[in-house]
């Protein structure tokens, strides 16, 4: 069993992701999918897990990585804000980049709207914003991702 929180979109507002963090309980991983702009430090130091993270578009002075590929249990991830694909048009150019990449996991922020799209051979995961969302209801999200006994993922999307 695992469990791993996935956000994005802090833009330096950390009060509901620091509230979560303390009230979600044991992780086995935190992924920011990006534009934290400035506050790494203090996402890294709110949990006692490994810590994924890259830059997003307003990340400008940040040495955070642009993208990352790392393993979930038996899943290979590609994280990424996803600005560079298009990907407030559409999913295309993204599900495409991780086909060639080979991956299983497509995970980005940008859009500040949750989705979960489960495919045949790719999962695309965007968390939404935790702290500016914009889809219809306008409740911050994240995703919980769960590994279970058999090694499975699940994903939640969750509203503050
Ligand atoms: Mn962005």
Redesign the pocket.
């Known amino acids: 069993m695992m469990r791993i929180l996935i956000v994005s979109?802090t833009h330096r507002n950390n009060t509901n992701f620091l509230h979560l963090v303390e009230k979600i309980g044991p992780l086995d991983m935190l992924v920011h999918c990006?534009?934290v702009e400035g506050s790494e430090l203090v996402i890294d130091k709110a949990v006692d897990c490994p810590v994924e993270m890259v830059q997003?578009?307003?990340d400008f002075f940040s040495d955070l990585p642009k993208e990352k590929e790392f393993m979930i249990g038996k899943y290979r991830v590609w994280l990424t804000?996803?600005?560079n694909y298009y990907i407030s048009m559409n999913t295309e150019m993204i599900k495409q980049e991780a086909r060639d990449r080979e991956v299983d996991i497509v995970m980005c922020?940008?859009t500040?709207k949750p989705m979960v799209d489960i495919g045949n051979d790719l999962t695309l995961v965007n968390p939404g914003s935790i702290s500016y969302p914009r889809q219809e209801n306008r409740r911050p999200s994240y995703v919980l991702m769960e590994i279970d006994r058999d090694g499975e993922a699940h994903y939640t999307v969750n509203y503050l």
């Open positions: 979109d990006g534009d997003g578009n307003n804000h996803g600005h922020g940008h500040h």
